[in-house]
């Protein structure tokens, strides 16, 4: 009784497409869940997250869980968990990629897993990071450790969300500094994020990490546009 009773002042929403859960659903609707556009790059070895990245930054490995588009179900998903403390989509979105990266021989090597980092100022704001619980996740499929402060963040940006590609592509504003290179040395690391746009991100922490003695890169990203 006292379920219904908040399900009624407070109803569940899924988190893709705003409408209200049934019974057995969580966080994403049955709808969703079927109609999310999967990438499945790591089951059918397309490299094309890796080669957004070629002549930048050598990499194992590269996949997303799900393709982005503009005004879709993934921007809606991940607009909630960075802006409005969604942090369980990230932790559903980690499970599923982990559980399929278990099974998928390239990632079974994997040592540790690190997350891109927010600046300073930003996770105070924010009060978290949002790619904290899908690499947790992901780390925990894999049995290998999550390490959060392997990199930090130098400097702030502005939100990226309004940015052209052009304008994402050319900041060069964005700087991370390793904090440790003894505790990753020789460590096959997968770096985790929310999104690959343009890579730029992701190009910097992965060439911060391989400053590391015979350090390997993969990467694992909720979704790429």
């Known amino acids: 009784m006292i379920i219904n009773l908040l399900n009624l002042f407070f109803p569940k929403v899924c988190y893709g497409c705003s ?15 079927h109609e999310l556009p999967l990438t499945n790059y790591h089951f059918n070895d397309d490299e094309m997250a890796k080669k957004m990245l070629y002549g930048r930054v050598k ?3 590269a996949t997303a869980l799900l393709k982005f588009q503009k005004k879709g179900r993934v921007q809606h998903l991940i607009h909630g968990l960075k802006y409005k403390g969604q942090q369980s989509t990230g932790a559903f979105l980690g499970k599923w990629l982990g559980a399929e990266l278990k099974e ?14 927010l600046h300073k100022r ?3 704001k924010r009060g978290y990071n949002q790619v904290t619980k899908f690499g947790q996740e992901i780390a ?15 400097t702030k940006t502005k939100t990226q969300v309004f940015k052209t590609r052009i304008s994402r592509w050319n900041n060069e504003n ?4 390793l904090i440790d290179l003894q505790h990753i040395k020789n ?30 890169i993969s990467v694992a990203t909720m979704a790429i546009a």
Do not use: M, W
């Open 140 to 154: 925990l499929a894999l049995q290998v450790p999550f390490i959060e402060d392997a990199l930090i963040k130098i």
């Open 19 to 33: 409408s209200l859960l049934v019974d057995g659903e969580i966080h994403i609707c049955t709808i969703c869940r």
């Open 59 to 61: 990499l194992e490995n």
């Open 122 to 124: 930003k996770l105070r």
């Open 187 to 216: 460590k096959h690391i997968l770096l985790v994020d929310d999104i690959i746009t343009t890579g730029a991100t992701i190009e910097a922490c992965a060439n911060e990490l391989l400053k590391a003695k015979g350090v390997k």
């Open 174 to 177: 964005e700087i991370f500094n």
């Open 104 to 117: 998928t021989d390239s990632y079974k090597n994997v040592d540790i897993v690190v997350p891109v980092p």
